[in-house]
C-alpha cells in the first residue's frame, strides 16, 4: 500500500477483529435472531449487515441491534451486497471476514470452525453442508445439479468439494482484497467466487459444518431463474481467468 | 438497381444523416456514438452516388442477386453498432455498481461523522462500539487508536 495513502485503510485497528458481512434483502423477521446469535459468540465480531435495497425495515433492524448498516440505494442482488461488504473490510483494514446469512441457515457457533484454517494459512475456507457434519438435506434434482456443478468445479479449481453453493465462508486478507476488486455479481456468485480464487491461485479450504433451516424470508429456487442462473454460472465459470499472481509473501 | 431505386436511397440516406446531426447538435446523441451511425450512413451514401459499384462489387463476389450484399453489409455494420452499445451497457452498469456501493459505504461513514463519536451502536458488547467509532475525524477511543501511514 502506498505510503501516501490518506485514506483508512492503512489503519490497524480492525487487523484483530473479525468483519461479518451479513447480505439481507427483506430480512426483518430473520434478522434480530440471526443478529443475537452473533453477539452471543465470544469472539471479537464486528457485524455489518448491507441492506441490499430493502422495502421493509431490515436498515433499521439491523442498526437497532447492533450491527453497522451500509444501505444500497437500490438492490444490487447478493454479489453487489457482499462486494460492498468486502470494500468495507478492506478499507478499515480488516483482516478476517466471514460471509453470513441474514436468514439464520448459518450457525454462529461454527465460526470458530471456519476460522480455524485460516490460522493454518488458507486464504478462504468454505463451510460444507455436506462434508460429514450436520443433517442438511435437499431435493433430488437440485441435487444433480449440483453434482454436475461440482464435476465442473473440479475441473476448473483443480480441487474437490462437497458444498460448493455454500455462502457460510471465512477469508483471509488477500481474498478479501480479491473480492473487494471483483466479485460476481450475479445469482450462484458463490459458485463463482470460489472458483476465481482457486483459479487466482489461493488456498482454498472446506470444513464441515452444521446449518439450520431458514427461519424467514424466501428462498430463491424458481426453477426456471435457476435453470438460467445454472447455464449462465457454466458459461461464465468457463471463463474464469486463470490468473497465477499471488500476492507478495505468500508461498507458491 | 434501378435510377429511380438510387434517388430514393440518396433521398433516405440524406434524411437520415441530417437526423443524426441534429440530433448531436442538440446534444441528445453523444458525438461517438454519432460517429457509428454516420459510418453507415457514409457507407450508404457511396453506394447511392455510384451506380454501377454496388452491381460490380456483386459480381466480383460472386453474388448474383445485388440487393443480398446492400443488406449483408448493412447486417453486418449494425451487428457491430449492437455489439458497441452492449460492451458500453456493460461498463457502464460496471460503474453504477460501484458507484451504488460507494454511495452505501459512504452514507455510513457520513451518519458516524454527523452523530459524532461513539454512535449508532445502543446496547452491542461484542464489538459494536469499536467498529462505529473510529472514522477518521473521531477521537480514538483507546489510547493507542495508532494510524498506521508508515
Known sequence: MPATDPSPRTRTEFADRIIVIVPAFNEQE???????????????????????????????????????????????????????????????????????????????????????????????????RFAGAGDYRVGRSRGVAMNILRWAIRRLAGQRFTDTSSGFRSFGPDVLALFAAEYPIEYMDSVEALVMACRAGFDVREVPTVMH????????????????????????????????RRPAGAPS | MSTRAHIMLAILVAMAILVIVRLVRRRHLKAKYSLLWLTLGGFMVVIAAVPGLLDWTAARLGIYYQPTLLILLGL???????????????????????????????RHRLRVLEQGAPATTPGDASGGAEESDDWPGDEPTNGSGVTDQA
Open chain 2, 76 to 106: 453486418a455494420l449494425l451487428l457491430l453498432i449492437v455489439m458497441h452499445f452492449s460492451y458500453e451497457l456493460s461498463r457502464m452498469e460496471n460503474r453504477v455498481r460501484t458507484l451504488a456501493e460507494e454511495s452505501a459505504i459512504l
Open chain 1, 30 to 128: 430473520a434478522l434480530p435472531s440471526t443478529l443475537a446469535g452473533l453477539r452471543a459468540t465470544a469472539l471479537p465480531l464486528d457485524v455489518v449487515v448491507i441492506d441490499d435495497g430493502s422495502t421493509d425495515d431490515t436498515a433499521a433492524i439491523a442498526t437497532a441491534n447492533g450491527a453497522v448498516c451500509l444501505q444500497l440505494p437500490f438492490n444490487l442482488g447478493i454479489g453487489g451486497a457482499l462486494r460492498t461488504g468486502f470494500r468495507y473490510a478492506v478499507e478499515l483494514g480488516y483482516q478476517r471476514g466471514i460471509q453470513f446469512d441474514a436468514d439464520g441457515q448459518h450457525d454462529p457457533s461454527q465460526i470458530e470452525a471456519l476460522l480455524a484454517p485460516l490460522a493454518e494459512g488458507a486464504d478462504m475456507v468454505v463451510g460444507s
Open chain 1, 213 to 244: 433451516e431458514r427461519t424467514g424470508g424466501v428462498a430463491s429456487n424458481r426453477s426456471f431463474r435457476l435453470a438460467y442462473h445454472y447455464v449462465r454460472v457454466l458459461v461464465s465459470l468457463a471463463n474464469t481467468p486463470k490468473a497465477q
